[in-house]
Nanobody, 129 residues
Framework: QVQLVESGGGSVQAGGSLGLSCVVF????????MAWFRQAPGKEREGLAT????????YYHDSVKGRFTIYQDNAKRTLHLQMNSLKREDTATYYC??????????????????????WGQGTQVTVSS
């Protein structure tokens, strides 16, 4: 059983930066998929960024490419999302997700779909103008 505990988030003005963290508890293999998603009120949950843990291959949604960075801290078993140049439309609840059983072959990336079995509790990010 894997448990994900998120921290970070909060309120920031447009153009500012925030960082999110997600600590992983429980057994995980040396290579597996993790991701960050967000869900705004009245909208579907969308995949923002994924990373193949142990390899480092990443994927970014076009809406955050160049502004957000997903990275891992293996020693602390923590996944991070650094968010820069935030916009009002980034306002949402952010979730980390893990799939210890998903492996990626041939240099590919983890797909940002909703089939991740483990999710964090969510943390609110509010961007004001």
């Amino acid at each position: 059983q894997v448990q994900l505990v998120e921290s970070g988030g909060g309120s920031v003005q447009a153009g500012g930066s925030l960082g999110l963290s997600c600590v992983v508890f429980g057994y995980t293999p040396s290579r597996y998929c993790m991701a960050w998603f967000r869900q705004a009120p009245g909208k579907e949950r969308e995949g923002l960024a994924t990373i193949y843990i142990g390899v480092g291959t990443t994927y970014y949604h076009d809406s955050v490419k160049g502004r957000f960075t997903i990275y891992q801290d293996n020693a602390k078993r923590t996944l991070h999302l650094q968010m820069n140049s935030l916009k009002r439309e980034d306002t949402a609840t952010y979730y980390c997700a893990a799939d210890p059983a998903r492996m990626v072959a041939g240099g590919g990336y983890c797909a940002p779909n909703l089939s991740f079995p483990y999710w964090g509790q969510g943390t609110q990010v509010t961007v004001s103008s």
